[in-house]
């Protein structure tokens, strides 16, 4: 793990964390309005989940070039001209009527995410020291959910007083905020940053140590150098994101079949729709706070892995229970504690994710794991369109929740046996450690840097998923 700072720079990590926040919740109401004007349009299933499709498709197709990119091309550079590319296109999006022209310009829209997720993703270890990182991912898990949290609301009042052209034209504005923090964040990675002095490093070069302009923070590695992590090298990592991805596959379907389940099943309004939407996002809150803390008191990467399965056997076992109410109302409870759950889970493998990813390759390995929930949720839509044509949603809702726990299940003990069994950049990391202070990672458990000189990385390893608003991405 190679972490970039000497000091955490917080005003970035909340810069950061509130253009997140931001986009998000224009992402979400952006959605939650297409959808509620699909549904209200009298479509079905499938075109509920087509338009998904094309809000996920772009994020497992383009992982390979975006995660480069995020780990290449300087931040600045891509957090500007991508924001306001986004912004112009959902301008776009707001006056287009013909259903193909709207699928398309989501699609854009997704190719954007693609980009600026890992990039921001990646960021955010470079801002602080390893020991705050938790309570950073809680700060950026929270902005996320506040953004969601707001963005279901705002669409169900907004929709039914002025249609979907407002909620729209709110959403490009909020793209403008990916413009304000990649002008005015100080940390920058990809691109031919300065050289810089890792935390590690600090005691020996001091406060005038070799940091360029950019401060402590700017990317030590140069562009084009590749480090040598691979996913299927690391076993905790692989497991991590299978298990992950397979279980939002089952429950995925939910974000398709809930809508006709709360306006149809249920006969609730278009409001109380938005309302149980933002409760789940709402739980995400003090899950990630409290996951925090947690983290804070765990050094062995075991335990991360553990409790990404506790949080989604969690979430799978409330998603079963949601099918037996009787009323939208008491789905708010049940979405706050899934949704503290789930907060709870996406603490938990980005941390994993910073502790084991070398800082050069941490763009590829986020968009690579944001691609494999993407593919996962993928998965799910199209089940749950599909199946939406011959059975009601309350029995799919209980059928996807039963799934998601069967998996949790499945993977326990492949995670035992994974912890049992020291990858291969564990036993490098002893080596390394035996070789002296200057060798290698200082932390049990953890792969070791990999040598500057060896090949490139992430490979073709999709199909993982995550619940809503799990993992890297928003749903």
């Given at each position: 793990m190679s972490f970039t700072t000497v000091e955490s720079r917080w005003?970035?990590?909340?810069?950061?964390?509130?253009?997140?926040?931001?986009?998000?919740?224009?992402?979400f109401l952006a959605a939650t309005a297409l959808a509620l004007a699909l549904q209200g349009a009298g479509a079905g299933g499938l075109a509920v989940s087509g338009l998904l499709?094309?809000?996920?498709?772009?994020?497992?197709?383009?992982?390979?070039?975006?995660?480069?990119?995020?780990?290449?091309?300087?931040?600045?550079?891509?957090l500007v001209t991508v924001g306001l590319a986004q912004a112009l296109i959902c301008t776009l999006l707001a006056v287009a009527d013909h259903p193909a022209l709207v699928v398309g310009l989501v699609a854009l829209l997704a190719c954007g995410l693609a980009v600026t997720q890992p990039c921001l993703a990646a960021l955010l270890p470079a801002m602080v020291r390893p020991a705050d990182l938790p309570r950073a991912s809680a700060i950026s898990q929270n902005a996320v959910s506040l953004g969601a949290l707001g963005g279901p609301v705002l669409a169900g009042l907004l929709v039914g007083q002025f249609g979907t052209r407002v909620p729209l034209l709110l959403d490009a504005a909020t793209y403008l905020a990916l413009v304000v923090a990649g002008l005015l964040l100080r940390t920058r990675r990809g691109g031919r940053q300065p050289a810089t002095v890792s935390a590690g490093q600090a005691g020996q070069a001091g406060p005038a140590g070799p940091a360029g302009p950019e401060g402590p923070n700017s990317q030590a590695n140069p562009s084009g150098t590749d480090a040598g992590w691979r996913l299927r090298r690391d076993p905790l990592m692989l497991v991590m994101v299978a298990s992950t991805a397979v279980v939002i596959?089952?429950?995925?379907?939910?974000?398709?079949?809930e809508v006709f389940f709360i306006r149809e099943t249920l006969h609730a309004s278009a409001t109380t729709y938005g309302l149980v939407g933002?409760?789940?996002?709402?739980?995400?809150?003090?899950?990630?706070?409290?996951?925090?803390?947690?983290?804070?008191?765990?050094?062995?990467?075991?335990?991360?892995?553990?409790?990404?399965?506790?949080?989604?056997?969690?979430?799978?076992?409330?998603?079963?229970?949601?099918?037996?109410?009787?009323?939208?109302?008491?789905?708010?409870?049940?979405?706050?504690?899934?949704?503290?759950a789930n907060g709870g889970e996406n603490v938990f493998a980005n941390l994993l994710t910073a502790r084991r990813v070398p800082d050069a390759m941490r763009g590829r390995a986020y968009a690579s794991y944001g691609a494999a929930v993407q593919g996962g949720s993928m998965a799910g839509y199209l089940?749950?369109?599909?199946?939406?044509?011959?059975?009601?949603?309350?029995?799919?809702?209980?059928?996807?929740?039963?799934?998601?726990?069967?998996?949790?299940?499945?993977?326990?003990?492949?995670?035992?046996?994974?912890?049992?069994?020291?990858?291969?950049?564990?036993?490098?990391?002893r080596q390394r450690r035996a070789a002296g202070p200057d060798a290698g990672l200082a932390t049990p458990g953890r792969p070791a840097e990999p040598e500057p000189e060896a090949g490139d990385t992430v490979g073709s390893w999709l199909s993982a998923s995550h619940a809503r608003g799990s993992g890297t991405s928003s749903s």
């Amino acid at each position: 793990m190679s972490f970039t700072t000497v000091e955490s720079r917080w005003p970035d990590v909340w810069l950061a964390a509130t253009a997140r926040g931001t986009t998000i919740c224009g992402d979400f109401l952006a959605a939650t309005a297409l959808a509620l004007a699909l549904q209200g349009a009298g479509a079905g299933g499938l075109a509920v989940s087509g338009l998904l499709l094309a809000a996920t498709l772009p994020l497992v197709v383009l992982a390979p070039l975006t995660g480069r990119l995020a780990d290449r091309v300087d931040s600045r550079t891509l957090l500007v001209t991508v924001g306001l590319a986004q912004a112009l296109i959902c301008t776009l999006l707001a006056v287009a009527d013909h259903p193909a022209l709207v699928v398309g310009l989501v699609a854009l829209l997704a190719c954007g995410l693609a980009v600026t997720q890992p990039c921001l993703a990646a960021l955010l270890p470079a801002m602080v020291r390893p020991a705050d990182l938790p309570r950073a991912s809680a700060i950026s898990q929270n902005a996320v959910s506040l953004g969601a949290l707001g963005g279901p609301v705002l669409a169900g009042l907004l929709v039914g007083q002025f249609g979907t052209r407002v909620p729209l034209l709110l959403d490009a504005a909020t793209y403008l905020a990916l413009v304000v923090a990649g002008l005015l964040l100080r940390t920058r990675r990809g691109g031919r940053q300065p050289a810089t002095v890792s935390a590690g490093q600090a005691g020996q070069a001091g406060p005038a140590g070799p940091a360029g302009p950019e401060g402590p923070n700017s990317q030590a590695n140069p562009s084009g150098t590749d480090a040598g992590w691979r996913l299927r090298r690391d076993p905790l990592m692989l497991v991590m994101v299978a298990s992950t991805a397979v279980v939002i596959a089952a429950v995925g379907g939910i974000n398709v079949i809930e809508v006709f389940f709360i306006r149809e099943t249920l006969h609730a309004s278009a409001t109380t729709y938005g309302l149980v939407g933002a409760a789940w996002m709402a739980g995400m809150l003090p899950g990630s706070w409290l996951a925090a803390r947690l983290a804070r008191r765990l050094d062995d990467d075991a335990a991360f892995i553990r409790g990404v399965l506790a949080t989604l056997a969690v979430c799978s076992l409330l998603v079963m229970f949601a099918a037996a109410v009787p009323t939208a109302a008491l789905l708010v409870p049940l979405w706050l504690v899934a949704g503290a759950a789930n907060g709870g889970e996406n603490v938990f493998a980005n941390l994993l994710t910073a502790r084991r990813v070398p800082d050069a390759m941490r763009g590829r390995a986020y968009a690579s794991y944001g691609a494999a929930v993407q593919g996962g949720s993928m998965a799910g839509y199209l089940m749950g369109g599909a199946l939406l044509t011959a059975v009601p949603p309350r029995p799919l809702i209980a059928g996807a929740g039963a799934a998601g726990l069967l998996v949790v299940l499945a993977f326990v003990p492949v995670v035992a046996r994974v912890v049992r069994r020291p990858s291969s950049g564990d036993a490098d990391g002893r080596q390394r450690r035996a070789a002296g202070p200057d060798a290698g990672l200082a932390t049990p458990g953890r792969p070791a840097e990999p040598e500057p000189e060896a090949g490139d990385t992430v490979g073709s390893w999709l199909s993982a998923s995550h619940a809503r608003g799990s993992g890297t991405s928003s749903s």
